[in-house]
């Protein structure tokens, strides 16, 4: 493959740049939350109206992507429209289909999946929508609902309408195969967190137009300056106390702001500590939103024993204590379901399962990759870090961490050994520059270090076990 096709029809979306991309305009000052978010997504219905092949809309964590995706695809569909929505896994794809059958009963629609796929209960729970392996046997649906590598396998068959959903986890080359279903398209989805992965090397590739492992978005944006960026400029999942750390550290020229104020989400536990540095994370936690709970510096292996423990020991003790969240939507508990437990590697993820053994039952714990898009009311975080005698690359991917830290509603604690800004001191980045590569900003060297200049201000000490 050496050039994009030109011409009419979705092949436009490819065609060469002229331009640099433009920088629309961050939230708007002066309006509240809620109004400000709305005189976005009022824009991106005005545009879908209008003449453009695409449109891009930018989302900060919890600021309402799925529920954007939700109201458009269901405007798209009152105006006689028939639409595909492209999701980048199964989980994503039912979640879509949930909200859309939940939110709009009226909306036919049709679930496209492979043969070997059993429809879950909550798919099936929706007698609205019609689970085929063919499109042909969709043709009906007014909105049909599959997953990017479903859709790629299609040979024929096309829509009006797209929206892609996660676009900036799905890869170019893959928008590329699926570019021939459909006319126009919006694109939503999160640019500060993890981008598309691969398990083979991919430098071969790096510097030419058509990077398969560039986002589906940058490799757009990039053949059509042209096409209309909006930014979603509220989080209404990370509370005032998160919202400002996240956004300078992730989003420093596309701020966001959280959509409660200070006070407005308290969280409360009915029984009091026992005065162990757990206890004292905690309460930390619960006062400011943040804990750092520092383990001595020491270089360890990947599944470092103490780390693991107190990762553990931290999410078992938070629901020995029975954790309250109040917030504007009411009182309540906090059980094991909305506490999850994050790490970077999938040994660590064992690790820390058996770790907790039966008294962690229901606590969800997973990678950063699997956490990507889900929220919980508290979280607990191992640094990616912690204990490395390295800084690679794998290790400072900013969406990394970006992921780990804003997954919470109420509080964040994040475990790690000390010396991690002296390490990020003594491995400045070498990743090679390639000619025709964006640079990446923030960088996670400068992401890591804005983070944990905010932690430090928490950091409560471990006390040997």
């Not at 060297?445 to 006390?463: C, D, F, K, T």
Request: hydrophobic share 45%; net charge negative.
């Amino acid at each position: 493959m050496t050039e994009r096709p030109t011409g009419t029809g979705t092949a436009t979306l490819f065609a060469v740049p002229s331009a640099p991309v433009p920088s629309p305009a961050g939230p708007a000052d002066g309006l509240d939350p809620a109004a400000a978010a709305g005189r976005v997504v009022d824009a991106v219905l005005a545009d879908l109206a209008g003449a453009h092949r695409g449109v891009v809309v930018d989302s900060p964590p919890g600021a309402g992507k799925s529920t954007l995706v939700v109201r458009a695809a269901a405007h798209l569909a009152a105006a006689g429209e028939r639409l595909m929505i492209v999701a980048q896994t199964n989980e994503q794809v039912d979640d879509l289909i949930e909200r859309l059958a939940g939110k709009h009963p009226d909306v036919s629609l049709g679930r496209l999946s492979a043969s070997g796929y059993t429809p879950s209960e909550r798919v099936l729970a929706r007698p609205q929508v019609r689970v085929a392996t063919k499109a042909d046997d969709l043709a009906e649906r007014a909105v049909v609902i599959a997953t990017a590598a479903k859709w790629a396998t299609l040979s024929e068959g096309s829509w009006p309408w797209a929206i892609v959903d996660e676009a900036y986890q799905m890869r170019s080359d893959m928008l590329l195969r699926i570019a021939g279903r459909f006319e126009r398209a919006l694109f939503v989805g999160d640019p500060g967190q993890l981008d598309p992965f691969s398990t083979v090397e991919v430098e071969r590739w790096a510097g030419l137009t058509w990077d398969p492992m560039r986002s589906a978005v940058s490799v757009l944006l990039a053949h059509n300056p042209d096409l209309p960026v909006h930014r979603l400029p509220v989080s209404w999942r990370l509370p005032a106390s998160a919202a400002p750390v996240v956004s300078d550290a992730f989003y420093p020229f596309t701020g966001f702001r959280s959509g409660t104020g200070p006070g407005e989400r308290r969280l409360e536990y009915a029984a009091r500590g026992m005065g162990t540095s757990f206890d004292h994370a905690l309460d930390e936690a619960a006062a400011s939103g943040w804990a750092l709970y520092e383990l001595p510096a020491r270089h360890t292996l990947r599944t470092d024993a103490e780390a693991v423990r107190a990762t553990a020991a931290l999410a078992v003790r938070l629901l020995q204590r029975g954790p309250v969240a109040h917030s504007e939507h009411g009182s309540g508990p906090v059980g094991a379901d909305r506490v999850a437990i994050g790490a970077a590697h999938r040994d660590q993820v064992a690790a820390i399962r058996a770790a907790l053994g039966s008294h962690g039952e229901g606590i969800t714990v997973d990678t950063a990759n699997r956490l990507q898009g889900r929220e919980y009311d508290v979280t607990v975080v191992l640094h990616p870090l912690s204990g490395r005698r390295d800084a690679t690359a794998f290790h400072l991917e900013s969406g990394r961490l970006c992921v780990l830290a804003s997954r919470h509603r109420h509080a964040c604690v994040v475990v790690a050994r000390a010396g991690i800004p002296e390490l990020l001191d003594a491995h400045p980045s070498t990743e090679p520059v390639h000619l025709g590569v964006p640079v990446k900003f923030p960088d996670g060297w400068e992401a890591n270090q804005s983070v944990l200049a905010h932690l430090a201000r928490h950091r409560i000490e471990a006390a040997p076990f």
